[in-house]
């Protein structure tokens, strides 16, 4: 077996998870960033959660307003020929998207990276402009004392990718908007190559090109260039329909081991490994034959949006085991274990 799914999957789910206001459900626990703090396993969970009152026949988009901090609603039947109904995730009216659910960022601690508690209350909540959607899917990378956390935010404006930085865990400081819509999946390498910052993004083309991850540089890790593209769909294959980074690379001798994820036709979400140049990160040395993990759990094959295995975080220890933490159907956080030379062997 390439990954051991741990027995007591899913380890978060949204009953484990209070809703941030009484009138509110939570109905996703999920795509947690990863880390170690203070001897802990901390996971920076992606909560989603919506008004528990929703009527039956209506779609329900909650909203921030972030001039008064308080939370709208843009209701609309379901019977208007305007609205389109895609999944239970979103619906379209008159072209435009909208969120059945917002999210924010809360914190799960855990001293054995199995059994987690939960912080009673969001860690990080949508604020500004470009947040009225929610907060999703965050990264993070510790690089000296400093936790960088790489956040998509979502709004009427798009989705962008947002920076905090963090020494505790308790405060965070938002560095504003570090890619436009719509560059995704961002996830930033553990340490400086050449005095610069490296990160993978995942820009989304409207019209020509592959949705696939790309490398960019930076000096503050603020202002990003030097946009290339790095890792890309494979047609035919299981990453053919689209790439996008996972975790934070793993420094290997063998080069940044890097696993991603990546979707075929059919919209079906599998993990896998690539090795970059630890000098180059431009420059692809191997990359996975076969998925490292598909969805086959029942908890990974049904849920709020099935067939989705996602990861943000994984944790490596000194002896090569690296532990994923992935969402699963976009609705519970689980782990799996493997090792830096499992990952490796498929890309034989």
Known sequence: MLVERFPQNPLITPADVPPSRPDYEVVGAFNAGATIYNGQVILLLRVAERPVDKPADEQVAPILNPETGQIEYFRKKDADPDVEIPDSRSFYYKGSMYLTSISHLRIARSDDGVNFTVDPAPAVFPETDYETFGLEDPRITKIGEIYYIVYKVVSEN????????????????RMGIIFCPENI?????PEKIGGKFFALTRPVPMHLGPRGIWLASSDDAVQWGNHKPLILPREGLFDGGKTGGSCVPIRTEKGWLEIYHGSDETDKYSLAGALLDLNDPS???????????????EYEVKGFYGNVVFACGAITRDDGTVTIYYGASDEFTAAANTTIDKIISTME
């Open 158 to 173: 798009g989705i962008c990718t947002g920076l905090l930085k963090t020494l505790d865990f308790v405060e965070f400081e």
């Open 185 to 189: 999946d961002v996830v930033l390498f």
């Open 283 to 297: 420059k692809v040395i191997a990359r996975s034959k076969r998925p490292l993990m598909s969805p086959e759990a």
